[in-house]
């Protein structure tokens, strides 16, 4: 009996371990298919993952977040809500994870402009083409008196070969950046100039993050504000 107690054990062991590699093997090819489903439709996945919904996987990809059917053969382009816990948007959760994650990588890149006395930051998606842009930026000390420190990143709609590609990659390539936001902001055209800004990163990452237009402010729980809000009603916002 003593030596059976071992074998049993060790047969156990051997059995789970098959099953958990069976496990990941089926993943796996799961995982393959959605990203080739994806392929299809102009969807890059660049995470899978299993979704609070049991059955459906959650899919970040190039163009925010969608779900699917494990085999790939349903897809899901919507929010995912939690109705038992009140309607929590599980969707906005996952997206606020993905842009504060994205925040931390481009910190770096992203042109500042500071409150003395800072009591909120805020991350705006701005482009110097569009109007609304141009009002919140014509507003910036206002924003910063009120404690607000405003951190741009660049989104031109436009895409790679737009106008507003042009006047964005010239603010950022420029030795001083505050002054030639502001500029660029007041309609002023600047001198076309290419660096290593990243510029296409910020777009693609604004995409992923659910940015569809300008500007769109980033809260710093990862949550998002489309559109432009005055400083005060901001403020009203930030301070709740």
Known sequence: MKLLKPIILSTLAIAAIAVSISTMAVSSDSDSVIRDKFLKIGLVAKKIE????????????????????EDAKFFVAGR???MEAGLVNLTE??????RLSGMEEFK??????PAKQEKHTITVFTDTTCTFCQRLHAQIAEYNNLGITVRYMAFPRGGLNS???TDVSAVWCADDQLTAMTQAKAGQRLTPARCDA???GHFDFGQASGVTGTPAIILDDGSMIPGYKPPQELAAILNK
Do not use: E, H, W
Not at 93 to 98: E, P, Q, R, S, Y
């Open 163 to 165: 106008r507003s590609f």
């Open 198 to 200: 990243p510029i296409m």
């Open 80 to 82: 995912l809500f939690n």
């Open 93 to 98: 959760g996952a997206l606020a994870d993905l």
């Open 108 to 113: 770096d890149s992203m042109i500042v402009f």
């Open 50 to 69: 299993d979704s609070p919904m049991p059955g459906l996987k959650q899919i970040s990809t190039n163009r925010g977040i969608f779900y699917a059917s």
